[in-house]
C-alpha cells in the first residue's frame, strides 16, 4: 500500500512539475509577445512622430533667390530654402575664391529672399568685418538694418542700447524688416525716432 502512495505521489510531483513548465513557458512567451507588440507600437509612433516634423519642417520653410557677388568661384543668383546661412550660399556658389577675404564674411548670417551677399577680395577698404556681406551701399554711411550689428546700429541717431537690442531681438523673433515702417512694431521705436534715422538705414 505504502509503494502505491509513493507512486502516486511521485506522479503527482512530475505532473506538478511539468505544468509548472508548461505555465513559465507560455508567461515568457505572453511577455516576449507583449515586448515585440510594444516594440512595434514604439517604431510605429517614432515613424510616425518624424514624418509630422518633416512635414511641418516643409511646410515652415520656403524657397527664396539670393545674390552672390564677389570673391566666390561660382557667382550668380541662386534658390535656397529660407532658413538657409551665408555659409549655405556659398557652398553653392563653389566657395571662396584664394583672394577673398573670408574676415569680412559673416558666415553664420541668415539669408533673406532678394538678398545681395558681396564677398570682398584681400585689401578692399569700406567693408566693415562685423556685418554679413551686402555690397556695399552708394551712401557708405548708411546701416543696412537687416544685418548691421549692435554696435553699427548704436551710430543712428536716438537709438541707444535698449533700442539696439530690440531691433536686433525683433529681428531674430520676426525676420528681416522688408520696409522701414516695420520699425515701428519694435519696442521703444516710435514716429519720431523712425524719422530720425529713416535716411541713415537701407531695408530691406
Same mark, same amino acid.
Given at each position: 500500500?505504502?509503494?502505491?502512495?509513493?507512486?502516486?505521489?511521485?506522479?503527482?510531483?512530475?505532473?506538478?512539475?511539468?505544468?509548472?513548465?508548461?505555465?513559465?513557458?507560455?508567461?515568457f512567451r505572453n511577455n516576449e509577445m507583449n515586448e515585440k507588440e510594444q516594440g512595434s507600437m514604439l517604431t510605429a509612433e517614432r515613424i510616425a512622430q518624424g514624418a509630422a516634423e518633416k512635414k511641418e519642417e516643409k511646410a515652415q520653410s520656403?524657397?527664396?533667390?539670393?545674390?552672390?557677388?564677389?570673391?566666390?568661384?561660382?557667382?550668380?543668383?541662386?534658390?535656397?530654402?529660407?532658413? =538657409?546661412?551665408?555659409?549655405?550660399?556659398?557652398?553653392?556658389? @563653389?566657395? /571662396?575664391? #584664394?583672394?577673398? !577675404?573670408?574676415?569680412? +564674411?559673416?558666415?553664420?548670417?541668415?539669408?533673406?529672399?532678394?538678398?545681395?551677399?558681396?564677398?570682398?577680395?584681400?585689401?578692399?577698404?569700406?567693408?566693415?568685418?562685423?556685418?554679413?556681406?551686402?555690397?556695399?551701399?552708394?551712401?557708405?554711411?548708411?546701416?543696412?538694418?537687416?544685418?548691421?550689428?549692435?554696435?553699427?546700429?548704436?551710430?543712428?541717431?536716438?537709438?541707444?542700447?535698449?533700442?539696439? =537690442?530690440?531691433?536686433?531681438?525683433?529681428?531674430?523673433?520676426? @525676420?528681416? /524688416?522688408? #520696409?522701414?515702417? !516695420?520699425?515701428?512694431? +519694435?519696442?521703444?521705436?516710435?514716429?519720431?525716432?523712425?524719422?530720425?534715422?529713416?535716411?541713415?538705414?537701407?531695408?530691406?
Amino acid at each position: 500500500m505504502w509503494e502505491a502512495i509513493k507512486k502516486y505521489d511521485k506522479r503527482w510531483y512530475i505532473f506538478f512539475l511539468a505544468a509548472l513548465i508548461v505555465a513559465v513557458a507560455i508567461l515568457f512567451r505572453n511577455n516576449e509577445m507583449n515586448e515585440k507588440e510594444q516594440g512595434s507600437m514604439l517604431t510605429a509612433e517614432r515613424i510616425a512622430q518624424g514624418a509630422a516634423e518633416k512635414k511641418e519642417e516643409k511646410a515652415q520653410s520656403k524657397i527664396i533667390v539670393v545674390d552672390i557677388k564677389g570673391a566666390v568661384v561660382r557667382p550668380g543668383v541662386y534658390e535656397i530654402k529660407d532658413t =538657409a546661412r551665408v555659409n549655405d550660399v556659398v557652398a553653392m556658389a @563653389g566657395g /571662396f575664391t #584664394k583672394e577673398a !577675404d573670408q574676415t569680412k +564674411v559673416n558666415l553664420a548670417a541668415k539669408v533673406h529672399d532678394e538678398m545681395m551677399i558681396y564677398v570682398p577680395t584681400r585689401g578692399e577698404t569700406n567693408v566693415s568685418s562685423t556685418n554679413p556681406p551686402l555690397i556695399p551701399s552708394s551712401d557708405s554711411k548708411k546701416v543696412h538694418i537687416n544685418t548691421a550689428s549692435e554696435e553699427e546700429i548704436l551710430q543712428l541717431s536716438g537709438i541707444g542700447p535698449s533700442k539696439a =537690442a530690440a531691433i536686433i531681438a525683433y529681428r531674430e523673433e520676426h @525676420g528681416p /524688416f522688408e #520696409k522701414v515702417e !516695420d520699425l515701428l512694431n +519694435v519696442t521703444g521705436i516710435g514716429e519720431k525716432t523712425l524719422e530720425k534715422i529713416r535716411e541713415q538705414i537701407v531695408v530691406p
